[in-house]
């Protein structure tokens, strides 16, 4: 059996440093664990500290040789997001890798949305990932590297009480294209994931509080021709394949992870 030495000098990642936002939990959580495990030197940055630094101890316990570093940052402030970025710095350097998945969503309808709901969300999950970007890009060396944006299946298609979720995913898709295109000449390739139903701790809470969950569940389940919802596993090997040299002709695309969900028009 090979070692864990071993194992990690075949690693798709090998020696590249990774920063992944929204790290500390779901999709996030599972491409840090992957990309630990492909022989990365993991940063995860995350709002949430007890939460984050546990998902780093974690994942340090699992593989001490790659131990994960914890940043702490609100996606919403300039000024913390440019503090984690240079505390990667002055730890390590550079960064290869970076994964803008960090995100959040108001579910409510037009009418009863406030001000305050459309900012909390742009802020989040487009303003952050751009201001992410813009205070790392220096950090990727010459040779370049990857930045992998995560979007959803809500910025091509509708769904009710979800309008500044959709409008900031729809977003990040344009935003992808037009890194792609600025930072192309750099060796940076940038890409984004769509994905669909994943199944979340927030995804499992959301079943729980709603009226029958058993119901959603299975309603759920149906509509994708796959026959299943999605795990956080399916995203973070499609971040995987963008991420490391496998990718290394493709740029400026949006992946669809959706089991299919997409497909055809349903109820």
Not at 33 to 38: A, P
Request: aromatic fraction near 4%; charge should be negative; proline fraction near 5%.
């Amino acid at each position: 059996m090979a070692s864990t030495d071993e194992l990690i000098s075949a690693g798709r990642l090998n020696g590249r440093v990774a920063l992944i936002s929204g790290g500390a939990q779901g999709i996030g959580r599972e491409i840090a664990n992957l990309f630990q495990r492909e022989g990365a030197c993991v940063f995860l940055l995350d709002c949430d500290a007890r939460t984050g630094k546990e998902a780093a101890a974690e994942l340090t316990r699992k593989n001490p040789s790659l131990p994960v570093r914890y940043l702490h940052a609100d996606l919403r402030e300039p000024l913390e997001i440019q503090n984690a970025v240079d505390a990667l710095r002055k730890d390590h350097g550079r960064v290869d890798v970076l994964v803008n998945n960090a995100g959040i969503e108001r579910e409510k309808p037009l009418e009863k949305l406030t001000v305050s709901d459309w900012d909390s969300v742009l802020d989040v999950n487009l303003r952050g990932a751009f201001l992410l970007t813009q205070a790392s890009v220096s950090l990727f060396p010459e040779s370049g590297g990857a930045i992998v944006n995560i979007s959803s299946i809500h910025a091509s298609h509708a769904f009710p009480d979800s309008i500044p979720y959709a409008c900031s995913k729809a977003a990040m898709v344009a935003l992808t294209r037009n890194l792609a295109l600025e930072l192309a000449p750099r060796h940076i390739r940038v890409n984004c994931i769509c994905p669909g139903y994943i199944d979340t701790r927030l995804w499992e809470e959301y079943l729980r509080n709603s009226p029958d969950p058993s119901a959603l569940a299975e309603q759920t389940t149906r509509l994708h021709p796959l026959g299943r919802r999605g795990m956080p596993a399916d995203v973070s090997e499609a971040a995987l394949f963008l991420a490391s040299s496998a990718s290394a002709f493709i740029t400026g695309t949006d992946l669809i992870v959706d089991g299919g969900l997409t497909l055809r028009a349903h109820p």
